[in-house]
DNA sequence: CTGAAAGCGCTTACAG
DNA sequence: CTGAAAGCGCTTACAG
């Protein structure tokens, strides 16, 4: 016996197979009474809907693409459960896959949900994805919301924490420390979020005279053995150190924590050290870690909306919902005095 | 102009539909030549295979599903990660969701899987679930496979680590301390898990003479937080502890360490705490962390494999695949000294 | 509510 | 390789 259809269903039933259908769709043209009957035959005899089935016929699939970069680093575990939240209510089920930040991968990606005829595709940018990378979800018209980070030159909804704010949030607290020197490290180089961030960053300490060290440019994964390389190739070997070092993400600085602990300065004491995204590892670092927080959940929730109004509307023009960010002080920062010999070894 | 289907690139080229058919799925009955022009065509005219529609004749639906509880465990995510990996190879798509370790989530998430024609399901059984809960996965006859939890009197194919052969190794290592006193703390109730870890390290330590503190059955969300509440409600607020604190898993002993590091008493020198997985970021805690490694990359690849033996052959007795544990041995154990005055507070 | 029919975009045999 | 045909399991309009 292969699988049941609605055919079988509706023979047990004696009715028509369009009728069943529309129980199934809870149509108001069926009385309730039939469908209470209906229901029950269904789970008497193990009936499972096709959807696969009925989606070729109504050209939706119920299904939307998730693409993250990778789902080990909070910001994105939490950013991928706020948006399958989001889209469950409406009835969605989520098709993710990971990018691992690299657009070959994230070129098959696209190219299997499309395939699979996704409703729409929310899509946190691969760093360094072209406009040209994502022409597919456009060419295909399959509706898409970036998220965190934009990709130049490509038009489309998108949803993030306002970076360049959220840089000189950090700023504005950095200058009340009365630092003599910041540094700003790790991160992927293309990520637009982390030029933003930088870019707030550094407006506010220009305008308030305080250096940013020349090491500014330093790169990384956005991880904690990230955030451990780049402390000891820049800063712990060489000898010198900022009063200051600003991470691009929270995973970055649990690894300079780290690296610090190994050394003989100790953050909040020594050294200041202060980040973004406020997941909920940075309180439980030590020091607990000031960041400023870019609320994963909101953008994610927001990210669903943005994206199932625009499988309602394919036409509405693009837009953005931007998240503001806001800075939580901890003790990596509060303790912070600037009067400590300039010497980074001991 | 709707979307472009098999015909329209068949009449483009002057080939018959089937032809075309064959080509997309690279059919040995056609020339090489006649492939390279098809696509050229497809690829200029932006055809998209409909996969959707494909799946309706052939009955499969080349999507696979995996539900796990919460992808903010990283242990989870890592899980998630390599599941994705093993299967992204034989050409599945993901589709992922999360269960909150609530049944009800569970129950609705399977459905939806089912509905969708998922060609299979890998699955994390939330807390506390029945065998019942799991039946609709049997009915439907969708292929599936288990992985870090089991289902009491569910049979079904199972990967994940060897639980009680990792509770032992912690044992082994804990008696090694000479401690007077050990408590196992955190993680959720009804987790088989979280029982066979119980059952090897009480087993080992009982053999030894080592005394369990009747606090060993206090549970919490497998979380940070989940630690830190257990730690305060029990330790922390009537002012006694034992020598070594052992937790179910790694996000629970972050939340441990964070309780101690406000107390008076140091971690690794006043008190022991190991754990469960070894996660990334057990070695990044302060102290670093005393972990038996539980493998999630491991035990994700294998539960791929598992799942496409299963798919190509239904009717395969069922299998286990089981990760041997290993202990890593960090600070936070390594420093412990017995000798230490017994009262909890200073 | 019924019942017959067309159609979603593919795949699959089949005779040529 | 072709070409006509049937079919996957639904939905949708239509006349009744």
Redesign the interface.
């Known amino acids: 016996m292969g ?1 049941l259809t609605l055919k079988d269903v509706a023979e047990a039933c004696g009715l028509s197979r369009a009728a069943v259908s529309l129980v199934v769709r809870d149509s108001p043209r069926v009385s309730e009474q039939t469908k209470v009957r209906v229901r029950q035959v269904m789970a008497e005899m ?1 009936y ?6 009925a ?2 016929r109504t050209r939706r ?3 939307v693409g ?1 693409i993250v970069t ?3 680093n ?1 910001y994105f ?2 950013l ?2 706020a948006i ?1 939240q989001g889209l ?1 209510g409406a009835g969605y ?6 990018s691992y930040d690299e657009p070959d991968k994230q070129r ?1 990606l696209i190219s ?6 996704a409703d729409g595709v929310i899509i946190l940018p691969a760093a360094g994805s072209s406009a040209a990378s994502l022409q597919m979800l456009k ?3 399959t509706p898409h919301v970036l998220i965190a980070r934009q990709v130049k030159g490509y038009d489309a909804d998108y949803t993030g924490a306002d970076n360049v704010r959220a840089g000189e949030l950090m700023g504005e607290h950095i200058v009340g420390l009365k630092p003599r020197s910041v540094a700003f490290i790790g991160g992927p180089m293309s990520s637009t979020a982390r030029k933003d961030r930088y870019r707030g960053l550094a407006k506010v300490l220009q305008q308030a005279g305080v250096a940013i060290s020349k090491q500014a440019q330093h790169t990384s994964e956005s ?3 990230g955030g451990e390389q780049v402390m000891r190739s820049l800063f712990l070997e060489n000898g010198q150190r900022p009063d200051v070092i600003v991470t691009y993400s929270d995973a970055v600085a ?2 300079v ?2 690296a610090l ?1 190994d050394s003989s300065f100790r953050a909040g004491r020594d050294v200041a050290v202060a980040s973004f995204d406020d997941v ?2 940075a ?4 020091p607990p870690l000031t960041s400023v927080a870019t609320f994963a959940d909101e953008v994610g929730g927001r990210a669903a909306q943005l994206l199932l109004a625009r499988i309602g509307d394919p036409d509405r023009p693009f837009g953005s919902l931007i998240v503001n960010p806001e800075l939580q002080v901890r003790q990596s920062t509060a303790l912070f005095q600037a009067e400590v010999p300039s010497d980074w070894r001991r």
Chains 1, 2 share one sequence.
């Open positions: 699988r193990g499972v809907y096709d959807r696969a089935a989606n070729l699939s119920m299904a998730l990778n789902v080990r909070p575990a939490e991928s459960m399958e469950q089920t989520l098709l993710q896959g990971y098959q299997a949900m499309v395939e699979h005829r060419s295909s018209g991880t904690p053995s649990v690894g924590l780290h602990r909920a590892d309180r439980y670092q030590e």
